[in-house]
T-cell receptor, first 112, second 112 residues
Framework: GDSVTQMEGPVTLSEEAFLTINCTYT??????LFWYVQYPGEGLQLLLK?????DKGSNKGFEATYRKETTSFHLEKGSVQVSDSAVYFC???????????FGAGTTVTVRA | DTGVSQDPRHKITKRGQNVTFRCDPI?????LYWYRQTLGQGPEFLTY????????KSRLLSDRFSAERPKGSFSTLEIQRTEQGDSAMYLC??????????FGSGTRLTVV
């Protein structure tokens, strides 16, 4: 079945550092790929998405590129802020499906 | 758009008791999903409604779990004879067709 593997955390960074969270997936066909973010005490929020190979999703300074050849969707941000402290989840939705399959999440803490 | 509302936010119950959670989706969303998230893991799919019809149930949803969505509006998730292993965050999400999900803030269940 479809599955997502993402980099284990926790990750602790200083403000303005570069952030990368690795995500790889296993799926048949052409899934859509997502990054969700969960801030403390809040629900999951869609951060960005990509629906086909080579698409780049971007939002709030975060970027991720759908790489079919490496089955990856790594999340990057060039300069993190304290407000980026959250749990980040990589997810996929299989083609012709409605369910999301999530990775285990990566906790990111940014220190001033 | 008031978002997806879940009630209660927290529930503590004794083992063996029944609990019921409610989810109010975004009004124009015809699809509603329930997920369960345990500590340190990503959300796992439980069940899916399109309008009032429950179209899929995960194997995670044992016979003690039942979900309804009368009239295709709000949904309830009931757990009978709760067990300690049921302790988790229960997340509801809604969407219009296959477009992006909107998640609620979740109901955190603790079974003591």
């Amino acid at each position: 079945g479809d599955s997502v593997t993402q980099m284990e955390g926790p990750v602790t960074l200083s403000e303005e550092a570069f952030l990368t969270i690795n995500c790889t997936y296993t799926a048949t066909g052409y899934p859509s790929l997502f990054w969700y973010v969960q801030y403390p005490g809040e629900g999951l929020q869609l951060l960005l998405k990509a629906t086909k190979a080579d698409d780049k999703g971007s939002n709030k300074g975060f970027e991720a590129t759908y790489r079919k050849e490496t089955t990856s969707f790594h999340l990057e941000k060039g300069s993190v802020q304290v407000s980026d402290s959250a749990v980040y989840f990589c997810a996929l939705r299989g083609s012709n499906d409605y369910k999301l399959s999530f990775g285990a999440g990566t906790t990111v803490t940014v220190r001033a | 758009d008031t978002g997806v509302s879940q009630d209660p936010r927290h529930k503590i119950t004794k083992r063996g008791q029944n609990v019921t959670f409610r989810c109010d989706p975004i009004s124009e969303h015809n699809r509603l999903y329930w997920y369960r998230q345990t500590l340190g893991q990503g959300p796992e799919f439980l069940t899916y409604f399109q309008n009032e019809a429950q179209l899929e149930k995960s194997r995670l949803l044992s016979d003690r779990f039942s979900a309804e969505r009368p009239k295709g509006s709000f949904s309830t998730l009931e757990i009978q004879r709760t067990e300690q292993g049921d302790s988790a965050m229960y997340l509801c999400a809604s969407s219009r067709e296959t477009y992006g999900y909107t998640f609620g803030s979740g109901t955190r269940l603790t079974v003591v």
